[in-house]
């Protein structure tokens, strides 16, 4: 009788070895309810820690990536405040130079007071700026607008010899 405990229990304990060693980390959740020999088999086949170290990794990935998306973010945000700082200098620029034509304008119109076709051509230039401040082109095209229109005043006041 003591043998034949004795070789069940040899045979119990080799089996319960034998399946520690089939359960994978997958098989090992601790979310997941086991039984006795499953829970056991896990502890024994280090199935559990090794479970740990993939889940781990896995979270150190995760940091890994998540820092690159946070550098990429950082770098884009600086980029857009570059481009906005430099919209604002471009609107700046233009204001300035809307102001110089403005100005030209308004002193070429005390100059060529009796003189119609000067009058006409001022007219223009004046129509011709409200029309491009007032257009949706880009900064650069109203820019580029403008400093054409500022040489067409600057040939009239040398028309009017100023």
């Not at 896995?58 to 919209?87: G, H, M, P, R, W």
């Not at 820019?143 to 040489?151: F, S, T, Y």
């Amino acid at each position: 009788m003591k043998k034949t405990l004795l070789k069940t229990a040899a045979l119990l304990g080799a089996a319960v070895l034998l399946s520690a060693c089939t359960n994978t980390p997958e098989e090992c959740d601790p979310s997941v309810e086991l039984n006795m020999f499953s829970k056991a088999a896990c502890q024994f086949s280090g199935s559990y820690d090794k479970r740990i170290e993939q889940k781990e990794k896995l979270v150190l990935d995760a940091k890994t990536e998540n820092a690159k998306f946070n550098k990429i973010y950082a770098d884009i945000k600086a980029q857009q405040k570059s481009v906005n700082q430099s919209i604002a200098q471009k609107k700046a620029q233009q204001a300035k130079l809307d102001q110089s034509v403005g100005k030209l304008t308004a002193e070429l119109k005390q100059k060529a007071k009796g003189r119609q076709d000067l009058q006409a051509e001022i007219a223009e230039v004046e129509k011709q700026m409200k029309a491009v401040n007032n257009s949706g082109g880009s900064e650069m095209e109203k820019q580029a607008e403008l400093e054409q229109l500022q040489r067409k005043l600057s040939n009239l006041q040398k028309a009017l010899g100023l």
